[in-house]
């Protein structure tokens, strides 16, 4: 990949080898591709983390951005929770601000509240010094993912991420989590053109970011848009979808599979299906044979998508024989959308991320119960 600048790239196919995990049986792999797999893939959003004592243990003292650019203890968090439930796949440790931080803007993450940023992002002025990211700005990261790589079983997929730009704009307009995202919608509606310039300097970024992942060897990605279902979906069409399609354009010639997920998104499942995934990701609000029968009835003459979800992490709370009741009912519910056509498969998940207190006993259970289903 040549210099990142402001410019969207079209990846150089010939680099594309470089996503390289071929093995056919990875049960992540063949849901995506619509084929049977030898077990039903299961991985959850914010598998790594403070649910796990190895976790706690090797993060002690060393603060949650720069954890993200120590190549082996990246590697090492990543893999902690593929290696305790036997996932099918691993999440890339990072976050999404992890291209801001790389690229040299101030952000931190904070315990117990999220990214922060040294100064909150709303002028013209802001947006235009917001730097480029360079490719050996992300050097620790690519070392880390090489690591990963060698450690995982050729069934087991690696999924690189970024947040979405609305998503992570959220967290530069506001200075932090937001709880109703105001400023952000006031800059929408009051002032589009500056909203617009933001999202024209994001997409890039967050593609450039997906790239590079790419290119150093992961086997899928997944678009975060988190906060998306706090739009309606006029809004999310006219200010977001158009920069979150851009991006998915962008990382589509690599060939790998693309996961488009966001939370409280019923209302924009078709919208967030049209942006170009190949897998959907549903939040625990919708069941999954209502979600995929919602997106294909809209879009009838494209080809099913996969799905991806969505047990509610606070069932992770109320014991086993609850978790067993529902994976069941949510393995039933995805296998009817794909007997019914509206689906090409499943892979299982979480309607959001594990919670940080939960009982990392009962993630491995639910692991289990998901592969006996
Ligand atoms: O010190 C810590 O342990 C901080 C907690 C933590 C962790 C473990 C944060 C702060 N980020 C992460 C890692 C992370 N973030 C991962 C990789 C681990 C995994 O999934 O196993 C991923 C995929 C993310 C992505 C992320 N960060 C999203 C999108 C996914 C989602 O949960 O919706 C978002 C919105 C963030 C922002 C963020 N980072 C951290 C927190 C606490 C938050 C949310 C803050 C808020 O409520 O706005």
Request: glycine content about 8%.
């Given at each position: ?62 603060p949650m951005l720069d954890s993200c650019f ?24 990072s976050d999404i601000v992890v291209p801001l931080k790389a690229a040299g803007m101030d952000v931190e993450i904070v315990a117990?509240r999220g990214p922060v940023m040294g100064e909150a992002v709303r002028t013209s002025e802001q947006i235009a010094n917001i730097p480029d990211l360079e490719?050996?700005q992300l ?24 947040g979405?730009?609305?998503?992570v704009a959220s967290y530069l307009i506001e200075g932090g989590p937001s709880?109703?995202?105001?400023v ?14 933001l999202?024209?300097k994001l997409?890039?970024m967050i593609?450039?970011f ?164």
């Amino acid at each position: 990949m040549g210099a990142m600048t402001n410019e969207l790239l079209t990846p150089d196919l010939a680099a594309a080898s470089a996503a390289r995990r071929a093995d056919a049986d990875a049960p992540y792999l063949a849901a995506v591709r619509g084929d049977k797999p030898s077990r039903r893939p299961v991985w959850m959003m914010r598998q790594a983390g403070r649910s796990l004592p190895e976790y706690r243990k090797v993060r002690e003292g060393i603060p949650m951005l720069d954890s993200c650019f120590m190549p082996d203890l990246l590697a090492e968090i990543t893999m902690q929770p593929v290696i305790r439930h036997d996932a099918d796949a691993a999440i890339l440790f990072s976050d999404i601000v992890v291209p801001l931080k790389a690229a040299g803007m101030d952000v931190e993450i904070v315990a117990g509240r999220g990214p922060v940023m040294g100064e909150a992002v709303r002028t013209s002025e802001q947006i235009a010094n917001i730097p480029d990211l360079e490719p050996d700005q992300l050097g620790p990261i690519v070392e880390g993912i090489e690591q990963i790589l060698e450690r995982l079983r050729t069934d087991q997929v690696l999924i690189g991420f970024a947040g979405a730009p609305f998503t992570v704009a959220s967290y530069l307009i506001e200075g932090g989590p937001s709880k109703n995202h105001e400023v952000t919608k006031a800059m929408m509606y009051a002032e589009p053109q500056l909203w617009h310039a933001l999202m024209e300097k994001l997409s890039p970024m967050i593609a450039h970011f997906l790239q590079a992942q790419i290119e150093a060897g992961v086997d899928a990605i997944q678009l975060f848009d988190s906060w998306a279902g706090f739009l309606t979906a006029r809004d999310y069409r006219e200010y977001v979808a158009p920069y979150s399609q851009k991006i998915l354009d962008a990382v589509r010639p690599y060939g790998i599979p693309m996961t488009h997920f966001g939370v409280g998104t019923g209302e924009l499942l078709v919208d967030l299906a049209k942006v170009g995934p190949d897998v959907v990701g549903v939040d625990w609000r919708v069941p999954m044979n209502v979600a995929a029968k919602r997106v294909q009835q809209a879009l009838p003459d494209q080809t099913p998508k996969a799905y991806q979800g969505n047990l509610d992490p606070a069932v992770l709370f109320a014991g086993r024989d609850v978790i067993r009741e529902h994976v069941k009912r949510i393995a039933a519910e995805a296998y009817e959308a794909i007997e019914l056509g509206y689906s090409r498969g499943h892979i299982f998940n979480l309607g959001h991320g594990v919670m940080p207190h939960t009982d990392a006993d009962a993630i491995t259970a639910a692991f289990e119960e998901v592969h006996n289903s």
